[in-house]
Nanobody, 125 residues
Framework: QVQLVESGGGLVQPGGSLRLSCAAS????????MGWFRQAPGEERSFVAVISSSGGATRYADSVRGRLTISRDNAKKTVYLQMNSLKPEDTAVYYCAAGVNAEMPPTSTSLYRNWGQGTQVTVSA
């Protein structure tokens, strides 16, 4: 069955870095857009970064552009989120998701059919 397993979350000080990983199995990874989304307490789940099936196209939320970088390794069936210059407002549960195959990866949660269990990222001094 489809599995998405996130890792790499934790507690980090403001200005610090983390690298999230998401290992996929059970579907054709190389034909799926992949995305990272996040959900803070009391808020809806929101788009952070997405990447096309080939890795040739990426999209970022305005709040993270220039600080977070999404990438993928289709041979390893893994998608990454490099998080630099972290801020307290980045604190949330981060979810990996697999979505439809499209030249420009979608940002809507409704177009992502499979989700991981989430990993907590806490940015605090």
């Amino acid at each position: 069955q489809v599995q998405l397993v996130e890792s790499g979350g934790g507690l980090v000080q403001p200005g610090g870095s983390l690298r999230l990983s998401c290992a996929a199995s059970g579907f054709v990874f190389s034909r799926s857009s992949m995305g990272w989304f996040r959900q803070a307490p009391g808020e809806e789940r929101s788009f952070v970064a997405v990447i096309s099936s080939s890795g040739g196209a990426t999209r970022y939320a305005d709040s993270v552009r220039g600080r977070l970088t999404i990438s993928r390794d289709n041979a390893k069936k893994t998608v990454y989120l490099q998080m630099n210059s972290l801020k307290p407002e980045d604190t949330a549960v981060y979810y990996c998701a697999a979505g439809v195959n499209a030249e420009m990866p979608p940002t809507s949660t409704s177009l992502y059919r499979n989700w991981g269990q989430g990993t907590q990222v806490t940015v605090s001094a």
